[in-house]
């Protein structure tokens, strides 16, 4: 069974930094495309970054490139995404996906796979 977790939200205040993880079972890091998404309160959720299921490649938003990055780790089967300068506006619910249909990866969400997600809030 293909199973996501993520850990690592919290309070941060503005400037600060966060290393989000997600482990994962059922399934290997490299034959899954996989991601990290965020919903905030009233808004629909929006794809932060991927890695491709073909090359491994990483992929972002626009307006998020330079402050996330993606990364994983095959032999500790999780994804991460490191954080930095945080603002308020970051405050949302965090979530991890994957898929082996994808063989690349988008910041859709045409993810089969999900995460419960992960809190983090950004104090001003």
């Known amino acids: 069974e293909v199973q996501l977790v993520e850990s690592g939200g919290g309070l941060v205040q503005a400037g600060g930094s966060l290393r989000l993880s997600c482990a994962v079972s059922g399934f290997e890091l490299d034959d899954y495309a996989i991601g990290w998404f965020r919903q905030a309160p009233g808004k629909r959720r929006e794809g932060i970054a991927c890695i491709a299921r073909s090359d491994h490649s990483a992929f972002y938003r626009d307006s998020l490139r330079g402050r996330f990055t993606i990364s994983s780790d095959n032999a500790k089967k999780s994804l991460y995404l490191q954080m930095e300068n945080l603002k308020p506006e970051d405050t949302a619910v965090y979530f991890c996906?994957?898929?082996?249909?994808?063989?690349?990866?988008?910041?859709?969400?045409?993810?089969?796979?999900w995460g419960q997600g992960t809190q983090v809030t950004v104090s001003a």
């Open positions: 996906a994957a898929d082996d249909s994808l063989l690349h990866c988008t910041l859709g969400e045409e993810y089969d796979h």
